[in-house]
């Protein structure tokens, strides 16, 4: 049952995704990849907080389309993702859940040895930790272009044109925070309506996953505003900045200089850096506390 219902609700998500076209042919392949091994998995935190990020995400990229448009040259380019993006924004969420349905699957947290329950909520933050980042990101990416306020340079708090990368503003960092908080509380809803006999018993921690979604979060968000403003270029033409620009496309828009940033890192590459270092400060935390 849990196989079609996986398969089910992949599909339809990708067949949504291509009508919207919130995704290419590539990255609809690359996601029904990702949902199949998430929405498997029978700890539904992982099936819900990946469709939190989706739906949210989907629809703040869509949302004011024209004015990012008008801000972003390439923006009708970018708003399709593709099977890099897809995996950037999913892959390793995928890996996680993978490795928690090889120790966990079918098992409940009353039946667990100590190191075992440990583990699972190890796993619980790591993949908190990432979708937290991945969701702030893209939050406050798509919201933050839109302020009235030029953001700043995060390097050298000098203004610079929306879209630059490693620029934020106080609406990109309230958006940052509250879609990691989005995604602490979906997973703090979840494993609650799941597991409250674990929690009752105090075989499993009591998290506020609401507090610590919005902390990966904004740090997420602020690591790959870091990254974006020392290794990745940002070029603008007539003062506004292309988003993600391949070398040829560059050569194809005439007029276009560097804003910011250097040519080392492309924004998928960005993606997965700043993601992997939230997981790994997830990591990290959860040992030292628990």
């Known amino acids: 049952m849990r196989t079609y219902f996986a398969i089910l609700l992949t599909a339809a998500l990708c067949l949504i995704s291509l009508r919207r076209q919130s ?47 008008k801000l972003d040259p390439c923006y009708n380019k970018a708003s399709r993702r593709n099977w890099k993006q897809v995996l950037c924004n999913g892959g390793v969420g995928a890996v996680i859940s993978i490795i ?25 933050w790591g993949y908190i930790g990432f979708y937290s980042c991945c969701a702030a990101d893209t939050w406050a990416s798509e919201l933050g272009t839109l302020s009235s306020d030029w953001p700043v340079l995060i390097t050298t708090l000098k203004q610079v044109p929306p879209g630059t990368n490693g620029g934020v503003s106080k609406l990109g960092v309230l958006a940052s925070f509250a879609g990691g908080a989005l995604i602490g509380l979906a997973a ?26 919005s902390v990966f979060g904004t740090l997420g968000s602020l690591i790959d505003s870091l990254l974006g403003a020392t290794m990745q270029a940002s070029y603008a033409v007539d003062k506004r900045v292309a988003s993600d620009i391949s070398a040829n496309e560059l050569k194809q828009l005439k007029g276009a200089v560097l804003v910011a940033g250097r040519d080392i890192l492309s924004n998928n590459m960005v993606n997965v850096v700043a993601s992997v ?9 959860q040992t030292v506390i628990f």
Not at 117 to 123: D, G, P, V
Not at 188 to 212: C, E, H
């Open 100 to 124: 928690y349905q090889y120790n966990f699957d079918g098992r409940r947290p009353e039946e667990m040895s100590l190191e075992e329950r440990k583990l699972m909520t190890l796993l619980i």
């Open 188 to 213: 703090d809803v979840t494993l609650w309506i799941q597991y409250f006999g674990a929690y009752r018993s105090g075989a499993l921690p009591k998290i506020p996953y609401n507090m610590l979604g």
């Open 23 to 69: 995704l290419s042919g590539s990255g609809a392949i690359a996601a029904a990849v990702v949902g199949l091994s998430t929405a498997s998995n029978d700890n539904i935190l992982f099936t819900v907080v990946l469709l939190a990020f989706f739906v949210s995400s989907s629809y703040w990229t869509k949302y004011q389309a024209r004015a990012k448009a």
């Open 277 to 285: 270092s939230t997981v790994a400060i997830a990591i990290i935390l």
